[in-house]
């Protein structure tokens, strides 16, 4: 049932039938030359509750007959509408309503960036709505995201692009019968608020463990694949039989983020999505003729689509240091790129390029089975589209050569500290763009707070409970303050009677002095350190109270808003830059 098998011509563009309804805000599928078809049908009304249709021959109440009657729609499925005059306003269009700002109406279309953008199309007819759905692959998550993202937390999805060569013209890249690996990730990490966003790439040739992946067949059975010890990232996917599903338990037990939801792309989906929206702008440093990705591009500012879109993204001996990271940096760039097109007026208010971008999106994107529909990929990017380009951080785990590898300089391992302070951010959900700012307040707040004499350590007496840290942390905070700190006067208290979010330590008014050293100490921020009342110790004297909460990371460890390691690189997706 599409433009030809309706009688219209044959060069009718179906993306020109969309048309914007001014009382809903959103775009239409108007059948010219037949009878114009509604939108989906109203759930309340008799296609989405089942009724019955009008018998044949006969109007449905408050619609007028049409000549002739035809064939009753299926359950569903639009029917026919009224034409209307050239002159006839829309119903219930009153003269003087104010129209819809230009801001709302590209809102209409807004939702998606990335591989999201298919989400655009959430106000097209039922019958393109179900053609996109048969586009939609999926693959089971296999219990290992979260079972679905939610619109009151934060958002975790993993972006993976394998370098598997399927598809036409993409078995010239070489290695056309692998697998594929996990050749380029990204965990893309949306902020609760959704003011923020953090883009996450995790290098293929990273050594970590590969843990056990209970993985769905074929035949609907489940198979548990042996997990591997230090062996490279990317082996995560494809190899030995592994899923999407296995990478996102390695990025997990690597990062301690859960994921929500997982999005798969081969190489089509770089050559697909870019021609869709006529190409994205990037802009090299230097002239640069690469054999291995077949990338050939002068110096300066150039639109690349297509096969000249999937070498900018597949070169690596021709940028930088030559290596992975320096590859990375350049597809960092390439989705900053993008972005920025898909978020410009210029796509998002042409319903020819979003209807393109949805039949390239449904069509080269893999995803779990928990977003399996248009619906649920709408509303999930819905969510991701929130943030503003100018929020969205990219930067890359902090890794430093194999020493185990000698000169070869192969592989990569963790650099742990500066690692696991990024995790760490992603996990809190902290944005790089507001990390400093906001590490610059705390600071502030607890120098005020701080401000005044401070105990001397020994004569600091403070009751230790754990109120939501890890079991042990109390004890594990006691040896730490008596032994590195000198804070003898200290006891362990056992449990809190709640759980607490964040570490507070409560004293009374002439307790102040003793409860700032702790704080310093502590390296508490100031809103932790809360004015009330003393307590009393194991030795009948009055005390002041620490309490761990979920916040608390180990003793000694400051639990002011941590700051973005100095030498991970953090670039933003407003910014234009150029490769080197």
């Known amino acids: 049932m599409d433009a030809q098998g309706r009688g219209r011509a044959d060069d009718i563009d179906p993306a020109d039938q969309w048309v914007l309804n001014p009382n809903t805000g959103d775009y239409e599928l108007r059948l010219q030359d037949s009878a114009p078809q509604s939108p989906v049908p109203n759930p309340r009304s008799r296609g989405a509750a089942g009724a019955a249709a009008p018998p044949r021959g006969r109007s449905a109440p408050g619609r007028e007959r049409q000549g002739t009657p035809e064939e009753a729609p299926e359950p569903g499925v639009p029917g026919p509408r009224r034409r209307r005059g050239p002159q006839e306003p829309l119903p219930g269009r009153r003269k003087g309503r104010p129209k819809k700002s230009k801001a709302k109406k590209i809102l209409i279309w807004s939702g998606a960036t990335m591989a999201f953008v298919l989400v655009g199309v959430s106000s097209a007819g039922y019958l393109y709505y179900r053609h996109l759905n048969g586009n939609i692959t999926s693959v ?41 690996h996990a050749d380029t990730t990204v965990l893309l990490h949306v902020s609760k608020d959704r003011t923020n966003a953090t883009a996450m790439s995790i290098p293929r040739d990273l050594i970590t463990d590969i843990p056990d992946c209970p993985t769905t067949q074929d035949d609907g059975s489940t198979k548990v694949i042996p997990g591997t010890q230090s062996t490279r990232f990317n082996e995560s996917l494809g190899q ?28 089509n989906a770089v050559k697909t999505l870019t021609s869709a929206v006529d190409g994205v702008e990037v802009c090299l440093a230097k002239d640069i003729d690469d054999p291995d990705s077949k990338l050939k591009l002068s110096k300066g500012k150039h639109s690349i689509q297509g096969e000249d879109a999937l070498a900018f993204v597949r070169t690596r001996h021709s940028v930088g240091l030559g290596g992975d990271l320096s590859r990375i940096e350049l597809q960092q760039q390439f989705l900053s790129a993008l972005m920025r097109k898909l978020k410009s007026n210029d796509t998002l208010t042409s319903p020819t390029k979003m209807l393109k971008l949805a039949e390239a999106g449904t069509k080269a994107l893999t995803v779990d089975s928990k977003i399996s529909s248009i619906t649920k990929l709408r509303d999930l990017g819905t969510e991701l589209g929130k943030f503003p380009t100018k929020n ?28 696991r302070a990024l995790f760490a951010l992603i996990k809190d959900d902290v944005s790089l763009t507001a990390v400093k700012q906001k590490a610059k307040k705390e600071k502030a707040a607890l120098a005020a707070r701080l401000k005044g004499t401070k105990a001397d350590p020994a004569d600091v007496r403070v009751r230790v409970l754990n109120g939501g840290a890890v ?17 003898t006067k200290s006891e362990n208290a056992g449990n809190a009677g709640a759980t607490l979010k964040k570490t507070t330590v409560e004293y009374a008014p002439d307790q102040a002095d003793q409860a700032r050293r702790l704080a310093d100490l502590m390296g508490m921020a100031g809103a932790a350190m809360k004015p009330g009342k003393s307590v009393t110790n194991s030795q009948g004297l009055p005390a002041i109270t620490l309490t761990l909460g979920e916040d608390f990371k180990g003793a000694g460890v400051s639990l002011t808003t941590p700051s973005a390691p100095d030498d991970v690189e953090k670039s933003t997706a407003d910014k234009v830059e150029c490769a080197k």
């Open 140 to 180: 089971s998550d296999d219990g290992a995201g979260t079972g679905g993202f939610s619109k009151d937390r934060a958002i975790n999805v993993l972006l993976v692009g394998t370098d598997k060569r399927t598809g036409d013209g993409n078995d010239g890249y070489g290695d056309s019968g692998s697998p594929g």
């Open 240 to 267: 030995s039989g592994r899923t999407p599903s296995c990478t996102m338990r390695t990025v997990t037990a690597l990062t301690g983020v859960k994921m929500d939801h997982f999005m798969i792309a081969d190489f």
């Open 392 to 419: 969205l951080s990219f930067t890359t785990v902090p890794v430093a050569d194999n020493p185990a590898e000698g000169e070869t300089k192969v592989t990569v391992v963790l650099q742990e500290e500066k690692a």
């Open 471 to 487: 079991s042990g942390s109390a004890q594990e905070t006691l040896n730490w303050l008596q032994l590195d700190e000198g804070v």
